[in-house]
């Protein structure tokens, strides 16, 4: 069941059960009680991919450091929600430099790939460097005060394939496991492998499509160990960067409580459905710039 409420727009928002919230994610995350979820599981936009064509929307900054600096602006204000024995996991992608071309050819392989605008080349790099989003993302958080505890290879071997002929073909992404805290909890058996091993910093996960939202999504196998080694049923796990849900699809599926936050109203929807689709269990949505809604939101629960 959905429902939907209507806040004071000063007021902090203390979730009753698993929430979705549209709107810009600093502003949310401010009014997040501290020390509340248990665990961050995220995959921001990555810079210079996608325009998904929203007002505010991260990934098209015009220079890579502004970039950076807003995702460590984020996940500061994400590091006051979580507990202080609580994990981020964080899934970054790389890419190269444009070139200077303002624009990106759609890839004979990979159609999808083309867009009409594209960043200039940061300062500093050449045209076809690689660009080190991930590592200087990680680092830039370690010098903000995170601990950065372990660099996971996520290894896709259905990878999409690439046109180019001078270097090897892409088929990884970088998945972080950075600390709020020296100590914190960690379930290493809920997550090992299915042979009781420890689990090993190279994950072998196909991606997955889902037709609406037109590309590759967060596929739930890269989530899953990711909650169950830092959760315990009923925590809160928060997705700041929400996209179509996959978070909130392993939240329900392992009795843990999300709360996802989404700036682009088309991905709210297609999250809110595929949500609801999996289970009857109640869903409360936000839209935290909105104030028409149908139930008054001021304590831990809804008035009907």
Known sequence: MLTKLKIDHTAEIIPA?????????????QRLPSNFVQCIVTSPPYWGLRDYGIEGQIGLENDLQH?????VCVFSEARRVLSNDGILWLNIGDGYTSGNRRYRAPDKKNPARAMAVRPDTPEGLKPKDLLGIPWRLALALQADGWYLRSDIIWHKPNAQPESVKDRPTRDHEYLFMLTKSEKYYYDRLAASDSNGRNKRTVWS????????????TFPPQLVEPCILASTKPKDYVLDPFFGSGTVGIVCQEYNRKFIGIELNPEYVNIATNRLLEQTEQNIF?????????????????PTN
Do not use: C, M, Q, W
Not at 17 to 29: A, K, Q, Y
Not at 67 to 71: A, P
């Open 67 to 71: 970039y950076i600096n807003r995702l």
């Open 285 to 301: 949505y936000l839209k935290e710039s909105d104030s028409d809604y149908e139930n008054k939101y001021t304590t831990a629960s």
């Open 17 to 29: 059960d698993s929430l979705i919230v549209e709107g810009d994610v600093i502003t949310v995350i």
């Open 205 to 216: 996960i196909n991606t997955r499509s889902f037709p609406d939202a037109h590309f590759a």
